[in-house]
């Protein structure tokens, strides 16, 4: 089963040793002294990693009258923080991976709320007091703990095909590829049951977004989930960092400034199974699945053609 290539394994180690070192140490602290005490409304953006959270983040941040974007939550906040979580492939299994991002009885609100402030701060500018903080994986296992942390936030959900989900997370990262087939499912089943269970205490500050329906009809979705959160559209167009979408190693597509929307990814993942493992994946989260389909007020493709 092939992983991440060497080029981009290359490309990545670059961007945390190099990039974001140097971000962190010259760019960033200039941005933190400007913020000083200012205080943010998050809108934390959750999913399985390979699920869009990327796109929703970007796509909200060229959409939003927002301060920034968060891109990498686990990677961008201080490295002493109890919420850094280093690369997936660090782990030497699935579960070490999901144990070493669970909240913790010894996290504090005041200590959560402290170490991302200060990241906001950070890597944020402008007059909104609101930020897109994407944090795949870990922003469904903590979905709870960072309502906690930012009552006034907003938790949103973007889950995608779990049969095509399942298939990228075991071809992309190692940890996954190592593991049985069974653990990513068990994994995909219960960060998503984490994020229900939290959001049932917030029903009034959680929205699940259907992928799919982002990519089909990403003015349509954007626009509903402005309205659900009563936030207001970009003043100007911020401008993205170029990150072209390569052929099975990324869902989102930014060219020109522009978002591009890949839509047969999902076809392409399901190709790329083995027999019988789209049967299996299918069969153990079906029930879950429809739990999110029917998730108050979700916003799927169904919702959008209304």
Known sequence: MAQRTVLDRIKRRVRWHVTEPFEAKVKAPARGFLNGQRTYQPIFVAGASGSGTSLLALSLGKSLDCAGVIYETNFQVARSSPLYVPDIDEFE???????????????????????????????????????????????????????????????????????????????????????????????????????????????????????????????????????????????GDRKLIESPNVEGMGIRNVKGNQIGYVTDANRRSRERLAPGEAEEIESALADLVERLKRYPDAIDRDHLSA
């Open 93 to 235: 299994s699935v579960a070490a991976y999901q144990e070493f991002m669970t909240p913790k009885a010894d996290w504090t609100v005041e200590s959560g709320r402290r170490d991302l402030l200060d990241c906001y701060r950070r890597y944020c500018w402008g007059s909104s007091r609101v930020v897109v903080d994407k944090g795949p994986d870990i922003n469904l296992l903590r979905a709870g703990y960072l309502m906690q942390c930012f009552p006034d936030g907003w938790l949103v959900l973007i889950y995608r095909d779990p049969v095509a989900n399942v298939e990228g997370l075991r071809r992309k990262w190692k940890t996954f590829g190592s593991d049985p087939l069974s653990e990513t499912i068990r994994f995909w089943r219960e960060i998503h049951e984490a994020f229900l269970d939290a959001a049932a205490e917030h029903p009034d500050r959680s929205i699940v977004l259907e992928y799919e329906a982002l990519v089909e009809a990403p003015d349509a979705a954007l626009a509903a989930l402005r309205e659900r959160m009563g936030m207001g559209a970009a003043r």
